[in-house]
């Protein structure tokens, strides 16, 4: 599996953008980028996910650069709920018989600040 | 509302004293799978189940067991605890098991083994 790289800790003022840097440098061409988070040992929820293109959901935007080396989550108003650990995994693709496992590295803890 | 369910969600016992973790999901999803949380180590899977009667092995299994009779249900037996399985578990779910899936996460259960 591909490792991923992300600052340890971030802060953000509250209702402004939160930008999330995550580097997947060794990333193949079948692996997605995922980005879940966890508030307080609460369990890990889902945000967004993307292969190549960027995209965007109720919670969260995904930019991934064109070479796929890189990506940043964006989330566009951030509140103080939004305080958690956020990690970026990159998995494999269509792979039936590998478990389904997610690979949580230390993830990003990012703070909202009123 | 779509959920994992776990059971209890704190639990305080002794060493030797056989105990389960329940885990339900209401998504008929194939997929099931067991995560520990422990400081500095982050998440590792413990056991999956790609479907009823199919489980496996995850990067922790030593001193767990696990059975699926039923696809909505996937308890964790330990048998006899010991104290360095004293951590904050997790169950998830997901539809087939393919990476590229959105993984569901129950809320967590803290266990503390004297």
């Known amino acids: 599996d591909a490792k991923t790289t992300q600052p340890t800790s971030m802060d953000c003022a509250e209702g402004r953008a939160a930008n999330l840097p995550c580097n997947h440098s060794?990333?193949?061409?079948?692996?997605?980028v995922y980005w879940y988070r966890q508030i307080h040992s609460q369990g890990p929820q889902y945000i967004i996910h993307?292969?190549?293109n960027n995209e965007t959901n109720e919670m969260a935007s995904l930019i991934i650069t064109e070479d796929r080396k890189s990506s940043t989550l964006i989330l566009p108003h951030a509140t103080l709920r939004d305080t958690a650990v956020y990690y970026c995994?990159?998995?494999?693709?269509?792979?039936?018989?590998?478990?389904?496992?997610?690979?949580f590295g230390q993830g990003t803890e990012l703070s909202v600040k009123p | 509302e779509a959920q994992v369910t776990q059971n209890p969600r704190y639990l305080i016992t002794v060493t030797g004293k056989k105990l389960t973790v329940t885990c339900s999901q209401n998504?008929?999803?194939?997929?099931m799978s067991w995560y520990r949380q422990d400081p500095g180590l982050g998440l590792r899977q413990i056991y999956y189940?790609?479907?009823?009667?199919?489980?496996d092995k995850g990067d922790v299994p030593e001193g767990y067991k696990v059975s699926r009779k039923e696809k909505r249900n996937f308890p964790l037996i330990l048998e006899s605890p010991s104290p360095n399985q004293t951590s904050l578990y997790f169950c998830?779910?997901?539809?087939?098991?393919?990476?590229?899936?959105?993984?569901?996460f129950g809320p967590g259960t803290r266990l503390l083994v004297l």
């Open positions: 998830a779910s997901s539809l087939l098991g393919w990476y590229q899936e959105t993984q569901y």
């Open positions: 060794t990333i193949s061409g079948n692996e997605y």
């Open positions: 993307g292969l190549k």
């Open positions: 995994i990159v998995t494999l693709g269509g792979v039936y018989n590998q478990g389904g496992k997610l690979i």
């Open positions: 998504m008929n999803h194939e997929y």
């Open positions: 189940s790609m479907n009823v009667e199919v489980t």
